[in-house]
DNA sequence: ATCATGAATATCACTATTTGATACTAGTGA
DNA sequence: TCACTAGTATCAAATAGTGATATTCATGAT
């Protein structure tokens, strides 16, 4: 067993959460072999935390196969935490609004450690399934908007970050010069935008500015996705980044 | 200690859950001694439950007033769900379709127990915030979504759910009168759609219908909410009825 | 400044609770 | 029918969690 010497870490709690995490993406109904696989954990104790999370209404099993599945409990613990977080209930009707006025994706991103995730999500038609849903966790230097709100930071923070942090290849074009990224996350500091295109999906480009404190730090990013296909990366510039630039300051204005 | 009797039971990861559990729409932040008060735990075991969550990234801490909030695991966990449910990817872009063609808010809502929950919202600016975020449950009975899900029911289930469901005055108009919802349940199930105002909201008018299996059970509930100062409820049936029926026969079909 | 109050954090002996090995049962397909 | 895999149940051993209490820290009043 795993023991960080902790005398108020509680393991078995730990534990339970593991099995939580067991679900992603990829592992959407987990048999409780599956469980064992992923988590490391005896299967005794897969039993007990997968029946206790069952109980409590954090688990769905599916009475034929036996699998779990996640519960619409992980659904209310997404509400509690857009109310827990000042910046959404402002973020939102901005967002809204460059929606309709727009009819073009957008997004409001967070940093989370070395990821950004995306907390507010208004989808249009052409987005697919994983850019429409929120929650998703994406490597920070791989995105336009992990970078921009970096650039807020301290040179210390930037250099640490370009040198450290992770970055993913998602497309055959995903910038993986840590060099290049650096130069990148300077421009943005300049200009208060990021643009960047096949990073994540290849014919999408990608602009995100920050929405900004009177600390000047970035609380957070609002991001537009546009077909590169539609736009060539001066058209997006032109047509898009003042309304951008308003929607984020309208934020915290 | 509360002891179900169950020898799989884990009471440890229970009372983790339940710290997790605690935080809310209104209990947006809590200090070790609220999450005394909230969860009847001892304090030393919400110390320790609570340390744990915080280096396990589920819970976020202050460091100044050492107040705990929810984390973006919390959104990642939504992420994870989304992805189980298959109904969820079906049902996104037809409800973008509509979204984008009538311009006002419209909702994926599925039975969770003797309640609704949201669980995909495209809202428009007149959306307020409580209506804009997925994961908020309503009970059943007061949403017209609710009522047409629970219609596809049998005819005992139908009656006990009338009898037996949860009930909540939202508003001084909120119909709380048992004969007159299984009335509202019956013309729903003639309709194939339930439609209702000031229920949740003053001044709003709900209009809902189901998304139906092979099995002609209801697998989840596509809503519209419309201002009831711009139209009257004739006028949503003419306006949205037919698009909204075809939103939900698309999910499935 | 000083004290009083309330909250957060740390400690510790006890034992109830969790553990993990194993045995049992049900389901699946050869 | 048998072999195999996956899920379920049991139980003795001891570890990991408990809860009472002590200590430290923060805040605001006098």
Redesign the interface.
């Known amino acids: 067993m795993e023991k960080?010497y902790?005398s108020?870490?509680?393991s078995?709690?730990?534990?339970?959460?593991q099995i939580?995490r067991a679900?992603?993406?990829?592992h959407?109904?987990l048999s409780l072999t599956d469980l064992v696989a992923r988590t490391g954990l005896e299967k005794s104790a897969v039993?007990?935390?997968a029946?206790?999370?069952h109980?409590?209404g954090?688990l769905e099993r599916d009475p034929k196969t036996r699998h779990f599945?996640?519960?619409?409990a992980?659904?209310?613990?997404?509400?509690?935490?857009?109310?827990?977080?000042p910046i959404?209930?402002r973020a939102?009707?901005k967002l809204?609004?460059f929606s309709?006025a727009k009819?073009e994706t957008i997004n409001l991103a967070?940093i989370?450690g070395d990821h950004i995730?995306y907390?507010l999500r208004?989808?249009?038609?052409r987005?697919h399934?994983a850019a429409?849903?929120?929650?998703?966790?994406l490597p920070a230097l791989n995105t336009a908007a992990g970078r921009v709100m970096l650039s807020t930071r301290s040179d210390a923070e930037i250099a640490y970050a370009c040198a450290n942090w992770p970055l993913v290849q998602a497309t055959r074009k995903t910038l993986m010069d840590r060099d290049e990224i650096a130069r990148s996350v300077r421009s943005a500091r300049e200009d208060g935008y990021c643009i960047a295109r096949d990073q994540m999906l290849l014919n999408e480009i990608s602009l995100a500015t920050t929405v900004t404190g009177t600390d000047g730090q970035a609380h957070a990013a609002v991001q537009i996705s546009l077909s590169g296909i539609t736009f060539d990366e001066k058209q997006v510039l032109e047509k898009f980044l003042p309304t951008l630039l308003d929607t984020a300051a309208g934020i915290l204005g």
């Open positions: 960080k902790d108020l870490y509680v078995t709690l730990a534990r339970g959460l939580l679900f992603d993406e990829s959407i109904s039993q007990r935390m029946h206790t999370l109980l409590e954090m599945r996640p519960s619409h992980w659904l209310e613990l997404a509400y509690a935490y857009y109310w827990s977080d959404i209930a939102l009707p809204i609004e309709q009819g967070q989370s995730i907390s208004l989808p249009n038609q987005t399934f429409s849903i929120v929650g998703r966790r």
